[in-house]
């Protein structure tokens, strides 16, 4: 294994890394379970029930609320039969032609919509962690040369003020 902060291996018995001091069994116990949930062998048990797809569910509830529009529109002549001389009849009648004309438009769209869909879902791929490998070429932290014996950085101004510098060498040369 490789210390995921500063690459430097390890066996599997440290619980500290060397070179950085990183706690790395503290990351062995937070990814034990997820890696244990991604492993080919081990799959999750099935509960026998087959998952529907969103066109499938779409269409359940579209049916369901169409069926329901056509309810509550039938208690518009049920409420006229029953209710004949109850002085707020015209007002229910409202509300009912309403309620089941949203219903009804709400079931149309959704059914429309199912319609437009894919008939199946494509099944996804669960995420896989891949184990960190270090570059080929790449240096463990602890081999390289400390902070004060590094290479100095030339520094933007440095690079446009030799520009400069040819320029004015240029122009020297064109006069004289």
């Not at 329901?68 to 001389?85: E, F, N």
């Not at 009912?96 to 949203?102: E, N, R, V």
């Amino acid at each position: 294994m490789y210390c995921p902060k500063c690459a430097t291996p390890h066996s599997e018995e440290q619980k500290f890394c060397r070179s950085c001091g990183f706690d790395i069994q503290a990351l062995s116990r937070m990814l034990a379970p997820e890696l244990q949930a991604v492993e080919p062998d081990q799959s999750a048990p099935q509960t026998g029930k087959p998952s529907k797809s969103r066109k499938a569910k779409l269409q359940i509830q579209g049916t369901i609320t169409l069926f329901s529009a056509l309810m509550v529109g039938c208690l518009i002549p049920i409420s006229v039969g029953l209710l004949s001389k109850w002085p707020g009849l015209n007002q229910l009648i409202l509300v009912l032609a309403g309620f089941g004309g949203l219903l009804l438009f709400s079931s149309i769209i959704m059914l429309a919509y199912s319609d437009t869909l894919p008939k199946t879902q494509e099944a996804k791929e669960p995420f896989r962690m891949t184990p960190f490998r270090p570059l080929p070429n790449a240096v463990p932290t602890n081999q390289l040369p400390p902070a004060g014996q590094s290479e100095p950085v030339p520094g933007i101004t440095e690079r446009t003020t030799g520009l400069l510098a040819d320029v004015v060498q240029n122009r020297k040369q064109e006069r004289g």
